[in-house]
């Protein structure tokens, strides 16, 4: 076994194999080369597995599970598994610029007192073209509290820092926070990023450092309703925190602003139903053509 490196980087996947390849080579190709990358196959029944061997690169480590596990738990043996004191989890169909680890590690390594960088993200579609550039943080770059961050949040409605791919955090605080939690499947990602700020500062890196995929059959374009609940119980369990000092002005703006969240959503999953269709239908009329010829 290598080293300890300076970060690991970790990819859950079951039944991944469309996108797998591009995400994993969009991690080895990082301009900062101190890290792990740590596959876990979650028992698939596609390609996923071989897709994995066929890379060689000696920082990768492939695990299974002997059968499949739910998301979060899944999610939580990534984790588990990696050995570096910063982390990064990327879905199997998400991507990272080159340079999103070097832009992250720094200030991480530099100032103990942050708990999470993050950084702006595209939203891509099943072809990887972008379909929303420079996604997130608003009101939310430099340096912020929890305080101003739990404000932030509430307010916003919606996820404003962004999926596990456009953020950095700490082992140690991972395990102190409890990690992912079932009962927030759909916002698990939001609702680590709050616990995990009960332990530090936050960083709002102005750079689009990561691309998160909304495809047709993605878990946020199927569970859309669950999503909007969960968001909303968010909301108010950070509104009753002693430690986040959430107004009473913050929650009444957050629960007057979740509908225009949930509508943002709904517009990002139509925007992709859309492309893609037009895609299939493209490649219909390639293939009709084909056969005519």
Avoid at 70 to 75: A, G, L, R, T, V
Avoid at 187 to 207: A, C, N, S, T, V
Avoid at 246 to 258: C, E, F, H, I, S
Wanted: charged share 25%; aromatic share 6%; glycine share 6%.
């Amino acid at each position: 076994m290598l080293p300890q490196p300076s970060v690991s980087v970790c990819i859950p996947v079951y039944n991944g194999e469309r996108f797998l390849a591009e995400t994993i080579r969009s991690v080895l190709d990082q301009t900062y080369r101190d890290f792990e990358l740590v596959l876990l196959e979650n028992a698939s029944t596609d390609a996923s597995f071989d897709i994995m061997r066929s890379f060689s690169d000696p920082r990768i480590r492939i695990e299974r599970n002997p059968s499949t596990l739910s998301q979060p738990d899944n999610w939580n043996r990534a984790v588990e598994l990696c050995r570096a004191p910063l982390i990064k989890l990327v879905c199997a169909d998400d991507l990272l610029h080159p340079r999103c680890l070097e832009f992250q590690v720094g200030p991480m390594e530099a100032d103990p007192g942050l708990a999470v960088v993050a950084a702006r993200r595209h939203m891509i579609d099943e072809q990887s073209r972008v379909i929303v550039p420079r996604r997130g943080l608003a009101g939310l770059l430099g340096v912020r509290t929890s305080v101003e961050v739990a404000r932030r949040v509430v307010r916003n409605g919606a996820n404003p820092i962004g999926e596990p791919g456009n953020v950095l955090f700490r082992r140690e605080h991972f395990f102190a926070a409890g990690g992912w939690r079932e009962d927030r499947r759909f916002i698990m990602d939001l609702d680590l990023w709050m616990r995990l700020l009960q332990y530090g500062e936050f960083l709002g890196l102005p750079e689009t450092l990561a691309a998160f995929r909304i495809g047709r059959g993605s878990v946020s374009a199927e569970n859309e309703q669950e999503i909007y609940d969960e968001q909303r119980l968010l909301i108010e369990e950070l509104g009753e925190s002693a430690h986040f000092q959430v107004r009473g002005l913050d929650l009444q703006v957050g629960r007057l602003l979740a509908p225009a969240g949930r509508a943002r959503r709904q517009a990002l999953f139509a925007i992709s139903k859309l492309s893609a269709r037009r895609d299939d239908r493209k490649q219909s009329e390639s293939m009709a053509a084909g056969a005519s010829d």
